[in-house]
């Protein structure tokens, strides 16, 4: 029996800890096709949402944002380097360099969504690309467009809407309503409204929490509750 599961995945595409718990995801259902269906939606967030066009130097960055030092910030690289690449994500080796705003990334994937799953999917894996991967600057509207053409998408379609305000809105009131449903760190993988799994797990934390997940679905599922 196969089990819908409606999974929001709530992130920024400047967290590189949703890069890994996304690849982790990916490998979790797909050790779990044939019991489970799901039906993935990204969800916005924004790490730093204050972030001015010039961007800012990573080091300095978080330097001011956590009080790390230059050795901490180092291991924790390697960390997350060490991590992307059990699932096949490679993050480039020497880090990003510098922290973008990703306001418009956002509304470009909030369209996306609307053209189909796939699309959306597709986007927000080039994205996370492009920024971890290569170090692209993602507020920058040819990366951006790049990203689109890469995938698929309508590019002169995706250049109207970064000339415009056009999914502003949708994207602020996402982002506060998974604000106020008490979402306040990436990433954040919401099941059914209902069930959350927290951080960039490894594929077997994923695994086993959508397997629990979906046994209760189905257990309520049969009892009528």
């Known amino acids: 029996m196969t089990t819908t599961l409606q999974i929001d995945f709530v992130s920024d595409v400047a967290c590189p800890w949703c890069a890994v718990g996304l690849a982790g995801l990916d490998t979790a259902l797909d050790r779990l096709l044939g019991e489970i269906d799901a039906h993935i939606s990204f969800q916005p967030f924004e790490l730093n949402p204050g972030m001015g066009p010039e961007g ?6 978080l330097t001011q944002k956590y009080g790390s030092t230059p050795e901490q910030q180092a ?18 080796p020497e880090g990003r360099g510098r922290i973008w705003n990703t306001f418009d990334a956002h509304r470009l994937l909030h369209w996306a969504g609307e053209q189909g799953p796939d699309k959306q999917y597709a986007l927000k894996r080039e994205l996370l ?14 990366v951006l467009l790049r990203a689109c053409e890469t995938v698929g998408l309508d590019t002169a379609r995706a250049q109207a809407i970064l000339g415009s305000e056009e999914y502003a809105l949708a ?15 990436v990433p954040a993988v919401v099941v059914n409204q209902r069930y959350l799994i ?21 257990e309520a599922g049969s009892s009528g509750g």
């Open 56 to 61: 800012q130097d990573i080091a300095e960055h």
């Open 198 to 218: 927290s951080g960039g797990q490894p594929p077997e934390a994923y695994e086993e929490a959508l397997r629990r997940i979906a046994a209760s679905v189905a």
């Open 129 to 142: 690309a492009a920024y971890h991967g290569r170090a692209e600057n993602v507020s920058d509207h040819t």
């Open 75 to 92: 291991e924790i690289r390697e960390r997350i380097r060490e991590r992307g690449a059990a699932v096949g994500f490679a993050f480039k």
């Open 171 to 185: 994207v602020r009131e996402s982002e506060m309503q998974w604000q106020q449903a008490g979402i306040t760190a």
